[in-house]
Each structure stands twice: as structure tokens, then as C-alpha cells.
């Protein structure tokens, strides 16, 4: 498996039928990082432009996932395979019986 850095480049205003469609974005963005299919997902301060971490086998793959958003008509994507990418993995502690 490997990762790819998607960056999108977004309108600058938003049109309305964007807009709309932001909360079912955020669904599907929040199924596919549980999923393990996105490792992160960033908005820049100005909304222009927007990162993800994709995990996939190949390009194709990442396209099929990115595809998968409710904004990829409004978004412009540029796709980077990464040679790696160091993240701090946040684990929850197990629960104890005891």
C-alpha cells in the first residue's frame, strides 16, 4: 500500500451549490479517514486550497476514492505519490476490567 498527497485547488468564493453540499462532504470524509482510506485532510486558512493523504495501491485507486466526494465537481486535484509521510499516531488505551 502506499500513500499519495492529493491537493485541490478550490473556487475562491465558494458558489452556493458548493456550499450545500459541504455537510455531506464532511460525512464521507469522516467514513473514509475510519476506514483507513485518508490518512489526514487540511483546509488552508484562505479555503483555496485543500490537502489530503490518501492510502492507496495506485493512482487509480486514489482517483476512485477521491471520487467518492460530494465537492470533487468543484475541485481541481493534483496527485503525488509519497515516498513517505511521518504522522503521530493518536491510540486510544485499552479498556481494562480490572
Known amino acids: 500500500m502506499s500513500q499519495f498527497m492529493v491537493e485541490f485547488e478550490l473556487p475562491n468564493p465558494f458558489p452556493e451549490k458548493l456550499v450545500i453540499k459541504i455537510p ?32 492507496a495501491e495506485d493512482e487509480l485507486e486514489v482517483i476512485r476514492i477521491i471520487g467518492e466526494f460530494p465537492l470533487i465537481d468543484f475541485m481541481r486535484p493534483k496527485i503525488t505519490e509519497l515516498m513517505f509521510n511521518n504522522a503521530v499516531v493518536m491510540r486510544v488505551p485499552s479498556f481494562s476490567l480490572n
Open 24 to 55: 455531506s462532504q464532511r460525512l464521507v470524509v469522516n467514513q473514509l479517514l475510519e476506514d483507513g482510506k485518508i490518512q489526514s485532510y487540511a483546509l488552508s486558512i484562505e479555503r483555496d486550497r485543500l490537502w489530503c493523504v490518501v492510502n
